[in-house]
């Protein structure tokens, strides 16, 4: 039996029709698969609601639980007959009930999301130690010698320096990656990216917001975290463990200095402008070597929930 005084029941508070266009798809939940809201999957259209979606909440066994950011053009949760929708405030779930901005250059924050598994839910295999990506859906290592890691509450959760802050943003799956100097035989950089490619180019000229939350594995280090962008999925990997602008073909589009910590998830945000039809990216630190050790030699940064709009 449900309990509704034990749920957030925005049935009772939320029924909000924001100057609908009248062209507003209709998108039912499900949760065929679980209740995750976060995947397409668990909705009749097979997509995860944008301001473009009426969202309709009827009673089924998995009510729907919001732990990212979330948009609808509208909502409608049939409370009634029993249907509930959970919130997760404290994990930074965030509904924004919204239509869609006019202006196709206008993001306003309820666009979809260009990113394939921008929380890395989906995978092909539960991971068991570092250096798995191969086991998340989409992203890969995007420096040949790197060796970005993928973890999921499914077995694999941490580095050896620390787990991340708990509860994890959005869903099970995430990522880590380092940016520090090989102690050995040099002081070398050793810098490892995440990289995916889009399923669909960025437009030249066109201006894109891109969201995270990043955490460290242990105590606070301040980092400049940067997005790449190559007009060629060839380029994904490329060869070596430096800045992927030290390889013919990639671009900086943006970044944004962080001071995160082990304590809580913080949230990044990069504003940029394409300058060309860029298809490949990466994700990471920004081509700066960081201080060498003993200043920050810990440089183990976890990320997820990422947002290309």
């Known amino acids: 039996m449900k309990h509704p005084s ?3 029941l925005f049935g009772l508070l939320l029924y ?6 009248g062209m507003a798809q209709t998108n039912t939940w499900t949760g065929n698969t679980d209740t995750d809201w976060h995947k397409s999957c668990n909705w009749s259209l097979n997509a995860i609601p944008t301001c473009a979606h009426d969202v309709v909440i009827p009673n089924v066994v998995n009510d729907p639980i919001i732990t990212g950011i979330a948009h609808c053009n509208t909502i409608d949760i049939q409370s009634s007959t029993g249907a509930l929708l959970t919130i997760n405030s404290s994990g930074s779930g965030l509904l924004e009930v919204t239509t869609c901005p006019t202006a196709a250059t206008d993001n306003g924050g309820c666009s979809v999301n260009l990113l394939p598994n921008p929380s890395f839910e989906d995978m ?11 086991c998340v859906d989409f992203w890969i290592n995007a420096a040949s010698g790197g060796s970005a890691d993928y973890f999921n509450t499914c077995d694999f959760t941490s580095t050896a320096g620390g787990p991340p802050p708990s509860p994890i943003p959005d869903g099970a799956g995430y990522v880590g990656f380092l940016d520090y100097l090989e ?20 437009t030249s000229g066109q201006s894109y917001t891109f969201e995270f939350e990043l955490a460290t594995s242990s105590g606070s280090s301040s980092v400049t975290i940067a997005i790449y962008g190559t007009t060629s999925c060839a380029n994904l990997p490329y060869a070596g463990v430096a800045c992927p602008t030290t390889t ?5 589009l943006g970044s944004v200095a962080m001071t995160p910590d082990n304590v809580t998830w913080q949230a990044g ?23 060498p050790p003993p200043v920050n ?13």
């Open 6 to 8: 034990l749920r957030y």
């Open 16 to 21: 909000m029709l924001v100057n609908s266009t």
């Open 124 to 134: 092909s295999c539960c991971p068991s130690g570092l250096a798995q990506m191969t």
């Open 183 to 202: 102690p050995f035989p040099s002081f070398a950089p050793r810098k490892e990216y995440i990289g995916v490619c889009l399923p669909t180019a960025l």
């Open 248 to 252: 013919a073909g990639w671009v900086e």
């Open 269 to 291: 945000t990069i504003a940029f402008t394409a300058g060309a039809a860029y298809i490949g990216l990466a994700i990471g630190p920004n081509c700066t070597n960081p201080p």
């Open 297 to 309: 030699p810990d440089r183990y940064y976890y990320m997820d929930n990422l947002q290309l709009y």
